[in-house]
């Protein structure tokens, strides 16, 4: 069965760091291209980043460099680091694994909550 | 970036009803649309992919249709289980984007 489990999330003060962890398992992150989407009330749902399984990355524009999407083939988990949050950031973020070769995504995490808030 | 606008932002129907919600593309996508339906405290569950073809699981009652930058997601017969908010998202080219959703209501 294939389980997405995200853990990381937390109370962060403005400027911080964070990395999230999001690990597999029912199949292997290596084979397949996977995806970081968060949540807000707000802004609704959002691309952050993708990671193909070649280990090439994408990101979201507005991310500008701060984050950086990576994973650990022997540790089936995918990670999402993030510096320099923001206010704006504060959101449930969900890992998700793309259908194969596309660009839509089949399954999905629970999420993990992520305050960025002094 | 692609801008995804679904109407309408909420329905209010009845068991048994056939909902119809719609999403346009800011441009065209081809048939590079995807639908989730989201349930409060649950992540997105895939629906539909490349416009019309159903993920496996889902229910036969949910179809979709479309191209270029108008597209329909249609419950035929509304459950109790489908009051939900549905999202659609663009496939085509990143960003990535989802539209603002659709909530349906009893």
């Known amino acids: 069965e294939v389980q997405l489990v995200e853990t990381g999330g937390g109370l962060i003060q403005p400027g911080g760091s964070l990395r999230l962890s999001c690990a597999a398992s029912?199949?292997?992150?290596?084979?397949?291209?996977m995806t970081w989407v968060r949540q807000t009330p707000g802004k609704g749902l959002e691309w952050v980043s993708l990671l193909y399984r070649r280990g090439t990355p994408k990101y979201a524009d507005s991310l500008k460099g701060r984050f950086t999407i990576s994973r650990d083939d022997s540790k089936n988990t995918l990670y999402l680091e993030m510096n320099g949050l923001r206010a704006e950031d504060t959101a449930l973020y969900y890992c998700a694994r793309h259908q194969v070769g596309k660009h839509q995504f089949d399954y999905w995490g629970q999420g993990t909550l992520v305050t960025v808030s002094s | 970036d692609i801008q995804m606008t679904q109407s309408p932002s909420s329905v209010s129907a009845s068991v048994g009803d056939r909902v119809t919600i719609t999403c346009r593309a800011s441009?065209?996508?081809?048939?590079?649309l995807a639908w989730y339906q989201q349930k409060p405290g649950t992540a997105p569950n895939l629906l539909i992919y490349?416009?019309?073809s159903l993920q496996d699981g889902v229910p036969s009652r949910f179809s979709g249709s479309g191209s270029g930058r108008d597209f329909t997601l249609t419950i035929s017969s509304l459950q109790p289980e489908d009051f939900a908010t549905y999202y659609c998202q663009q496939a085509d080219s990143f960003p990535l984007t989802f539209g603002g959703g659709t909530k349906v209501e009893i």
């Open positions: 441009q065209g996508i081809y048939s590079w």
């Open positions: 490349e416009a019309s």
């Open positions: 029912g199949f292997s992150v290596s084979d397949n291209d």
